[in-house]
């Protein structure tokens, strides 16, 4: 096991919530000291470790990006766990928690070997898979948790299928809640939202596009905390993105209510106006809202009340994309694009860097029970160096994904990743 040693570093620290100069050791996989200064006699002490100067850079922890769609099996042309993986590595994530929405839905403790077998050997950076909530991800009969869990299942979501029938969703609730186990689900009314392109409002009206009104997610929020409060189960609701759905999401956690929520980056960046002339780079799940619906959801995260950012990475190729409007698939991939894009809230004032990390690293890490997102002692050695300022024009082409359904393409962006480390060993470098 080789020592590095990061020196003149900004060490941005989301578990103490600071952002301060020093140097930080790596022995082996975990972090094993943090130093104020390097002085001559910590030389002699460390003149075998390998020194890796920061030049004044940021180094925080890696990215724990959840929610991330790996297209393995049934889509590889897509997206494959060595791309994925390869993507995670350039964007700084270290830590990619897979989506069970794949072909046939990761919904048996065979499927779930096969993709974990898959991604040990194809991606240098570290995987967790969900696993499907029901089976086939239909919302009839719930998969075997327990089995699910012991080969390796960090937790479970049918990703945007809303379990219709309560009686069946709740009692998955009541079976997780035995097991300790995390169920992710995407607060959502489906009635309402079933074939929605657009959030309703006088944009979508004058596009003349099928819209959901912003209300349809609160009114899916409200269910799901009505049933935890029936089951007492542990819930996070994927993307929480309108400023209807912020208070009642404020009152469950109030009353001690076992509820995180998290909101993709596309929602915290971009708004409804941005599809413009029907660019359906821009088509996400669920669509982009108001700009005043993001400010909303932008300051919520900068309370806590929003727990995590995520990528929600969904790899879309080009014949999914280039259909009208409605009829084309949705998604964005962002495994690479989600650091420089969360870096407009910290050059918009909006978030400062370890609250923003926070969401990206410390939050998820927690929240599945992982020991990633800290720089404290005996941490893994999980790691992004980083430059927030330096500026670039996005060349989608230039993107690892298979898939290059990106909204950011020839867009001016700050933050640039410097390298990456995962278990103390270099997966990326510029």
Not at 209 to 233: F, H, N, S, W, Y
């Amino acid at each position: 096991m080789s020592r590095v040693l990061f020196e003149n570093a900004r060490l941005i620290d989301p578990e103490t919530g600071t952002e301060r100069r020093g140097a930080l050791l790596v022995d082996g996989t975990t972090i094993r000291e943090e130093l104020a200064e390097v002085t001559e006699q910590d030389r002699a002490r460390l003149s075998d470790a390998q020194v890796v100067d920061c030049r004044g850079k940021c180094l925080a922890p890696g990215i724990v990006d959840l929610g991330v769609k790996v297209c393995e099996p049934g889509e590889r042309h897509k997206e494959s766990y060595r791309s994925a993986g390869a993507a995670a590595a350039a964007g700084g994530v270290t830590t990619i928690v897979t989506r069970p929405d794949t072909l046939p839905a990761i919904d048996s403790p065979e499927t779930l070997e096969f993709v974990a077998r898959r991604a040990q050997g194809a991606a240098p950076v570290n995987v967790r898979p969900m696993a499907a909530l029901t089976k086939g991800r239909e919302g009839r009969e719930m998969t075997e948790i327990g089995f699910l869990m012991d080969a390796g299942a960090v937790a479970f979501t049918d990703c945007d299928r809303v379990v219709e029938d309560t009686r069946v969703f709740s009692r998955a609730l009541t079976y997780a809640r035995s097991l300790d186990a995390l169920v992710v689900a995407h607060p959502q009314d489906p009635g309402l939202a079933r074939g929605a392109a657009a959030t309703s409002g006088k944009f979508a009206t004058l596009r003349g596009l099928p819209a959901v009104p912003a209300l349809a997610e609160r009114m899916g929020l409200d269910r799901d905390i009505a049933l935890l409060e029936m089951t007492g189960a542990r819930y996070h609701a994927d993307q929480v993105t309108t400023a209807r759905a912020l208070p009642p999401l404020e009152r469950a956690k109030a009353n001690g209510l076992d509820i995180t929520a998290g909101v993709s980056i596309h929602h915290l960046t971009l708004n409804e106006f941005d599809v413009a002339d029907y660019r359906t780079f821009f088509k996400v799940k669920p669509p982009l809202r108001s700009e005043e619906d993001r400010l909303a959801v932008v300051e919520a995260v900068a309370s806590g009340l929003i727990d995590v950012i995520s990528s929600m990475h969904t790899p879309q190729d080009e014949e999914s994309k280039r259909l009208p409007f409605e009829e084309a698939a949705s998604g964005a991939v962002a495994l690479e694009t989600l650091l420089p894009a969360a870096m407009r809230l910290v050059h918009g004032g909006a978030l400062d860097l370890p609250t923003l990390w926070r969401a990206l690293s410390l939050n998820p890490a927690r929240r599945l029970g992982l020991p990633g997102g800290r720089l404290a002692k005996g941490a893994p050695a999980d790691l992004v160096l980083f430059d927030p300022d330096a500026p670039f024009v996005l060349d989608r082409y230039a993107l690892q994904s298979k898939s290059r359904n990106t909204p950011f393409d020839g867009q001016r962006m700050e933050g640039r990743v410097l390298s990456t480390w995962v278990a103390g060993q270099e997966v990326y470098s510029r």
